[in-house]
């Protein structure tokens, strides 16, 4: 089983940064695939960002330029830095965990807010 826990959240100010990270727990395989996700107020989750386990990095056109996806092996823990930060990144933001075998794990999410 594998535990996945968000950090980082809060509220900002337009043009901000915020870094959050997901750090992992568990029986976690050698070969993931970590992504970000996030899903405002009445609106479907969407994927945000992903890195794979050799450490190379996606992007949503949404954030390209002003988020950046990074990990440390050594503390199984993702980032995702954001700056430049809008009002439509308000969200709650999802860490998730997808294996080879196809399994699937979330986070319990954290809050972004960004407002003057």
């Known amino acids: 089983q594998v535990q996945l826990v968000e950090s980082g959240g809060g509220l900002v100010q337009p043009g901000g940064s915020l870094r959050l990270s997901c750090a992992a727990s568990g029986s976690i395989p050698s070969t993931v695939i970590m992504g970000w996700y996030r899903q405002a107020p009445g609106k479907q989750r969407e994927w945000v960002a992903s890195?794979?386990?050799?450490?190379?990095?996606n992007h949503a056109d949404s954030v390209k330029g002003r988020f950046t996806t990074s990990r440390d092996n050594a503390k199984n823990t993702v980032y995702l830095q954001m700056n430049s930060l809008k009002p439509e990144d308000t969200a709650v933001y999802y860490c998730?965990?997808?294996?080879?075998?196809?399994?699937?794990?979330w986070g319990q999410g954290t809050q972004v807010t960004v407002s003057s």
């Open positions: 890195i794979t386990s050799s450490g190379s990095t």
């Open positions: 998730n965990m997808r294996t080879a075998g196809g399994s699937g794990y």
